[in-house]
């Protein structure tokens, strides 16, 4: 877990496919009149600088979202976090056949493995044992991007805005080897998009029988 609240710089570690962690209520409705289905999470292991780590569940489902989003999928806002911190998929389709079938059958998803963002990390009304509030990743989005928080700028980006080059930096960094290839992602599987079901309107009420006339 993050040991303190604010904007936190991570590094993907772990990328894989999990049950959802908040299932549709009974009877459940989206936005657009809709039953809720929920189908997975992307879930990605997230490490900060310090060795620190937690986990960002992202929902994919067609519970509806809120505010200036309440127009889009749960699903659509997932992908679209996704894009922000560099992994380039814009349909379910594209982001499945990234899918690799561990031997376990579990899947993993490793070319988000190595993506960096910006985890906001925020403390809950919840305490633990010892008093303190649990400290839980409200969202992720680019690095440096988050509400709030310093846009770290690069050397070249600072300089372009001097409208010169980019100084040669005093010592060059020790030369890593590169990383080994990602395995190649197994086939996309036979994606069906689900049928959204419309939740039925509420029945007129039966009005009551006229009460009988005893003089009658």
Request: aromatic share 6%; charged share 20%; hydrophobic share 35%.
């Amino acid at each position: 877990m993050f040991k303190t609240p604010g904007n936190i710089d991570c590094t993907v570690t772990d990328a894989f496919i999990a049950e959802s962690k908040f299932p549709p209520k009974e009877n459940e409705i989206n936005n657009r009149n809709e039953y809720v289905s929920t189908w997975y999470d992307v879930c990605l292991l997230l490490q900060d600088e310090a060795g620190n780590t937690d986990t960002w569940h992202g929902e994919m489902s067609n519970r509806t979202g809120q505010g200036t989003r309440a127009h889009m999928y749960r699903s659509d806002l997932t992908l679209e976090t996704l894009r922000q911190i560099g992994f380039n998929v814009n349909t379910i389709q594209e982001l499945e056949a990234q899918w690799v079938t561990n031997p376990d059958r579990s899947i993993s998803i490793p070319n988000l493995v190595g993506c960096r963002c910006t985890a906001v990390v925020e403390a809950s009304e919840k305490l633990d044992k010892n008093g303190r509030p649990f400290l839980n990743i409200k969202y992720i989005t680019a690095l440096g991007a988050a509400t709030g928080g310093a846009k770290k700028l690069t050397i070249d980006e600072i300089m372009k805005r001097r409208g010169g080059a980019a100084a040669a930096p005093a010592a060059a960094a020790p030369t890593m080897p590169p990383p080994a290839p990602a395995p190649a992602p197994s086939a996309a599987p036979n994606w069906n998009p689900p049928n959204m079901q419309q939740a039925a309107p509420p029945a007129a009420p039966v009005p009551p029988p006229a009460p009988k006339n005893p003089y009658a």
